[in-house]
């Protein structure tokens, strides 16, 4: 048996970060991940890095817009190509960087839990067992697979991993699911070329949003020629010679519908992933989703065992891995101050074009509380760097605590504002009154600058 001072299980941010630092201190690391093709995680190899570059280069080649099919399916293939070779390069990068530190191990297998400090590894040639004091699982998410009649069956059908590997361009793809993954998606493929159909459950749109919002972000992606479908329950996926048919009832008025697609995306979101890990072998609790249950410091109910990440629960983000990283190098080394219940600002951005970004409350829920607050908003297109940069669509709305002027939330549907929101979830975690944004001085022409006239009021 192979000893180390910490077993970590997942090459994800949150994995790798605590590895580096590990190593730093002198400590040896088993790193197990299943697949030499998810050295970094989910975000470099099959999430937020291959997507964004990918919706990057389909509005680059969109600005043409006197293409042809063939010609949009080359430049597909060719994007399709380059973020291959993005990925590639990002994974030796991670791999490199660890083993470099002569204290890392990287064991490529399924990791399986023997006891409370025993982990076994299946690699293709053997099983190896290893045992250290900490073990940290940072295994992620995966896509939630829905019950619908052929849809495991089906060659036509793809996740958001696998369809990222679909060299050809779909004529007519069909998206199963209306959230934000989905949303991302339709973006992104719309402007590659493809007529893109979303087949929807729900009679709203994204609906953790204000309406206002989310009529804007439709009315958006329908210019861009989506269809959306909604109260559309999926019954059947079923192949055909030329690609899928997907038979669905609308809810409203029960009747039967089908669409042909050439292509069809699960959208349905993501779970925590703990297969094949035998976490009753170590006594670890997980919830009735499979999340794995942790306390304010990202111990399970195993002392000496964390857990960080997707597999944990709550939002699944990049930046919430690296900060449960933190957390968790805090409690071991620091003075032990960082908690997860204190992360109550966070922000996130949906990249559909131009991008959706939101951080606090919105309006609704001020509602639902019975809060005093003001609401503001403005149309993206008043800003003059948006005018520069040609996609107009949008608006900017943020609440205001009426009393004591601090912000409570705000959601920025415009070009860069992913950017932008970075900026009022600083003010508001370092409690600011709105005037900060209202009286700061921003470079011209920027985007920033719509923070004068949103808050001016």
Known sequence: MKQYDAIIIGFGKGGKTLAAKF??????????????????????????????????????????????????????????????????????????????????????????????????????????????????????????????????????????????????LPKHLVIIGGGYIGLEFASMYAEFGSKVTVLESGNHLIPREDRDIAYSVKESLERKGIVFKMNAKVQTVYDTANGATITYTDTQDNLPYHVEADAVLLATGRRPYTKGLNLSAAGITTNAQGAILTNDSLQTNVPNIYALGDVKGGPQFTYISLDDSRIILDHIFGNKTRKVSDRKIVAYSVFIDPPLSHVGINEEEALRRDLDVTVVKIPAA????????????????????????????????????????????????????????????????????????????
Request: glycine share 4%.
């Open 23 to 168: 190593a730093q201190r002198g400590w040896t690391i088993a790193l197990i991940e299943r697949s030499n093709k998810m050295y970094g995680g989910t975000c470099p190899n099959i999430g937020c890095i291959p997507t964004k570059f990918l919706i990057h280069k389909a509005k680059t080649y969109s600005c043409n817009e006197f293409r042809n099919f063939l010609e949009q399916a080359s430049d597909y293939r060719q994007a399709i190509n380059e973020k291959n070779a993005l990925t590639q390069q990002l994974r030796d990068n991670n791999y490199n960087k660890l083993i470099n530190t002569g204290y890392v191990t990287v064991y490529n297998g399924e990791a399986s839990f023997v006891s409370t400090e025993t982990v076994s590894v299946k690699t293709d040639k053997e099983i190896i067992e290893l045992q250290a004091k900490y073990i940290f699982i940072d295994t992620g998410s995966e896509t939630v697979i829905p019950d619908i009649t052929g849809v495991k069956e089906s060659q036509f059908v793809y996740t958001s991993t696998s369809i990222m590997e679909l060299t050809e």
């Open 382 to 457: 008043d800003n003059q760097r948006i005018k520069t940069l040609g996609n107009t669509d949008g608006l900017m709305k943020a609440v205001i605590d009426k009393n004591t002027h601090k912000i409570l939330g705000c959601t920025l549907f415009c070009e860069e504002s992913n950017e932008i929101i970075n900026l009022v979830t600083l003010a508001m975690r370092t409690q600011q009154d709105y005037t900060i944004l209202r009286d700061s001085i921003y470079t011209h022409p920027s985007v920033s600058e719509a923070l004068n006239d949103l808050f001016n009021f």
